[in-house]
């Protein structure tokens, strides 16, 4: 059975780009290695013959950094099933007032937000194990 | 708003460290090297091509910051817009074995990898500084 590919946006500019980088690391090497896996989206936009191959068809979680949502409709277009689409800024309401970093680095309360949501993809990768739709 | 005249698109790879190191190394570029003289191109987004990236690419010299010797980055420019002012391959300044090992969260870079971001940056910036002076 395949993993289930977990996917940032690469964005760069802001800290909304590092938040998800990180979020979705810490889950496909600390609270997921076994059943998830990233993928380059670089590659996934270039149209990579490898990377449009595991994609194809499978079941992908996106997190995207901003409302262009460039990794949830790069990997849709790229054929991957996407289950859980989420944006950075969605889970904001409970950070007001805090200061998560930039695009180089996070601050304190910036990694406790990746953590949060990590959980949250954490969490989506259990649902989507569980509920028998992995693709 | 893009209001600087040089663009930089880092491939910012989830998928490998040298997308790591690229990122990083352009976020230096911004931060520290040429603070307000770089316009950051997201790479998505240029592929995507609805947020003015391409035509920016188009008109302004814009250089190429490849994680991996696939160099998405530069064949994206090539394709979309024009030749690239400068590309610089990170594969090429760490070595490819170690461009391909894991991603790495900002929470584990060493000093090691320090020196990897500080190389890559210091070949960008003078790339930098040659189209600057031909300008």
Redesign the interface.
């Known amino acids: 059975m395949s993993k289930i590919k977990v996917i940032p946006c690469s964005g760069i500019g802001k800290v909304f780009g590092l938040l998800a980088r990180e979020s979705v690391l810490m889950v496909t090497e600390e609270k997921c290695p076994n059943d998830t896996e990233t993928l380059c989206l670089a590659h996934v936009v270039t149209g990579d013959d490898e990377v449009v191959a595991k994609i194809n068809g499978k079941s992908c979680i996106t997190m995207d950094g901003c409302a262009k949502y460039c990794a949830k409709k790069s990997v849709e277009e790229t054929g991957g099933v996407v289950v859980k689409s989420h944006k950075v800024p969605d889970f904001m309401k409970a950070h007001r007032g805090e200061e998560h970093g930039t695009g180089t680095a996070l601050t304190q309360d910036g990694w406790n937000y990746a953590e949060e949501l990590a959980e949250i993809l954490a969490a989506d990768v259990k649902e989507i194990k569980g509920g028998g739709d992995l693709l | 708003m893009i209001n600087n005249k040089i663009g930089i698109i ?7 460290l040298g ?1 790591t190191i690229s ?2 190394a ?3 570029m ?2 520290e090297l040429k603070p307000g003289m770089v316009s ?1 191109l ?4 240029f ?2 091509g ?2 003015g990236e391409r035509e920016f690419a188009e008109k302004y010299p814009t250089i190429a910051v490849d ?1 991996c010797s ?1 160099c ?2 530069k ?2 420019i090539e394709k979309y817009s024009n030749q690239v002012a400068g590309s610089v391959d990170v594969a090429e300044i760490i070595g490819e074995d170690k461009a391909l090992e ?6 584990h870079l060493t000093d090691e990898h320090h020196e990897y971001v500080n190389k890559t940056a210091a070949i960008t910036c003078q790339i930098f500084d040659d189209i600057l002076a031909k300008q």
Do not use: N, Q, Y
């Open positions: 880092s491939c910012s790879g989830e998928e490998c997308g990122r990083l352009v976020r230096k911004m931060e950051t997201c790479l998505p987004l592929i995507a609805d947020g994680g696939k998405c980055a064949r994206a894991k991603p790495l969260s900002t929470r």
